[in-house]
């Protein structure tokens, strides 16, 4: 029997792997996909992220294949654009999935987790009425607790009634790489739209990253399909390149540009959780919710809730905490650590959702840009990088 079992190796189920395996703890984690595997992201880790994952590991391999990300472009409507640095030689990097999750995911299996690849989750054990395990490619896999880090549509929250995906807000992401970009900076960058937005960033190699999040209305037609009326493109690829052909900032940026693949596509985007878990069981990353990227800063989330999960589990499994607790206690941890940035990134997200808040926000930015510099440093997680509770409870403990 494990100490702990995952379910997911993507960057919440890594490092918590990394870190349980590191505290002493016999630890499985279990990936439907074989590593590397491409996520479609914006790729920019902000430094709040890159923060966390310095508490745990040894970064400088991951700088070898990563380039800086000094801070935001931020554009809107009628030619509005707000530059900020996040200064004070703070930077966050850029970093493909493939690259970052499978550096992740060595450091895990370094640390002494046993990583089990295209091996799905479907289910968890149940025993004396408590989570004590997970089925994965239909066998039984006993642990004394469970972490579930298998993402936005985690089969277990869903499956366990502890995550939905709400009405509102419905946003698509469609996103790809190209070649042969003008003007990418050291900056990552939102263009922010009446009705969309578009994130860009440059990758290591000389490529561009370009994700577009539009809405869809609730339809009983599939996103793409020809004839839709919720949507005035005809296929995913063609909405991403129709966006980018016609807005006024990047058309002539990406005139001569070729996207190197075609376009990956998720959606819609949001989850609702309504608990973290249950006896036995903690949420971690976007298993435990997830709105959409407006902020960049998902994986700073996934990372911290990913420490947070793997504090509790050290303490259920020292017998500090009952294990009846552990979700709760993971709960007020993540409100107490979260709470004042999910308002913020509401607040954000609800903007860019009405036309008239954009216009106001892009006048408001014209005669006042250090204030949405201010609001680009926040964003970036640009705060002290604070000792993680577990890194303290980690030197402490020997389990
Ligand atoms: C379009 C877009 C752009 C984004 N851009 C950024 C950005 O620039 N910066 C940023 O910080 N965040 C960004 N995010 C958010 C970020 O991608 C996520 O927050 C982050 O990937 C969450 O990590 P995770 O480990 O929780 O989940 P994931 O990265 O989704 O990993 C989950 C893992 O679980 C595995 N899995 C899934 N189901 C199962 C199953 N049943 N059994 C076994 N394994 C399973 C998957 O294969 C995967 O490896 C973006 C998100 C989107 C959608």
């Known amino acids: 029997m494990d100490d702990v079992a995952i379910a997911g190796a993507g960057p919440a189920g890594a490092l918590a792997a990394a870190i349980l395996a590191r505290a002493g703890l016999r630890v499985s984690v279990f990936d439907r996909a074989r590593f590397p595997r491409h996520k479609l992201c914006g790729d920019t880790l902000n430094p709040g992220a890159l923060a966390v994952i310095q508490r745990h590991a040894d970064v400088a391999s991951l700088m070898t294949n990563s380039d800086p990300i000094d801070g935001m472009l931020l554009t809107g409507p009628g030619g509005v654009r707000v530059r900020g640095e996040y200064g004070g030689g703070v930077a966050g990097r850029s970093i493909t999935r493939r690259v970052l999750d499978l550096w992740l995911v060595d450091r895990a299996v370094a640390a002494g987790a046993t990583l089990h690849e295209q091996t799905a989750v479907r289910d968890v054990v149940i025993e004396g009425g408590r989570v004590a395990g997970l089925v994965a490619n239909g066998f039984r896999h006993r642990a004394r607790m469970v972490i579930a880090a298998d993402g936005r549509r985690s089969a277990i929250a869903v499956g366990r009634g502890w995550s939905r995906q709400p009405q509102r807000p419905r946003r698509w992401a469609i996103g790809a790489y190209y070649s042969g970009v003008t003007g990418v900076t050291s900056l990552g960058e939102m263009h922010v739209r009446h009705g969309h937005y578009i994130g860009v960033a440059p990758v290591p190699g000389g490529l561009t990253n370009a994700c577009l999040?539009?809405?869809?209305?609730?339809?009983?037609?599939?996103?793409?399909?020809?004839?839709?009326?919720?949507?005035?493109?005809?296929?995913?690829?063609?909405?991403?390149?129709?966006?980018?052909?016609?807005?006024?900032?990047?058309?002539?940026?990406?005139?001569?540009?070729?996207?190197?693949?075609?376009?990956?596509?998720?959606?819609?985007?949001?989850?609702?959780?309504?608990?973290?878990?249950?006896?036995?069981?903690?949420?971690?990353?976007?298993?435990?919710?997830?709105?959409?990227?407006?902020?960049?800063?998902?994986?700073?989330?996934?990372?911290?809730?990913?420490?947070?999960?793997?504090?509790?589990?050290?303490?259920?499994?020292?017998?500090?905490?009952?294990?009846?607790?552990?979700?709760?206690?993971?709960?007020?941890?993540?409100?107490?650590?979260?709470?004042?940035?999910?308002?913020?990134?509401?607040?954000?997200?609800?903007?860019?959702?009405?036309?008239?808040?954009?216009?106001?926000?892009?006048?408001?930015?014209?005669?006042?840009?250090?204030?949405?510099?201010?609001?680009?440093?926040?964003?970036?997680?640009?705060?002290?990088?604070?000792?993680?509770?577990?890194?303290?409870?980690?030197?402490?403990?020997?389990?």
């Open 213 to 399: 999040v539009v809405p869809h209305p609730p339809s009983r037609r599939r996103f793409g399909e020809t004839g839709s009326p919720d949507v005035p493109f005809a296929r995913p690829a063609e909405a991403l390149e129709n966006v980018l052909k016609r807005d006024p900032e990047l058309s002539v940026r990406f005139a001569s540009a070729r996207a190197i693949e075609p376009p990956t596509m998720l959606g819609p985007m949001a989850v609702d959780t309504n608990a973290v878990g249950e006896p036995g069981l903690l949420l971690a990353g976007d298993a435990a919710g997830f709105i959409d990227p407006m902020t960049g800063d998902g994986l700073r989330f996934a990372l911290m809730g990913a420490e947070l999960a793997a504090h509790v589990v050290i303490e259920v499994l020292n017998g500090k905490l009952p294990i009846d607790r552990g979700h709760r206690e993971l709960t007020n941890r993540r409100r107490e650590a979260f709470q004042s940035k999910w308002r913020f990134n509401r607040a954000l997200r609800s903007l860019v959702s009405s036309p008239s808040s954009v216009n106001v926000a892009a006048a408001t930015a014209r005669v006042w840009p250090s204030l949405f510099q201010k609001v680009i440093q926040y964003a970036g997680d640009c705060g002290p990088a604070k000792a993680g509770p577990s890194q303290v409870l980690l030197d402490e403990s020997r389990i």
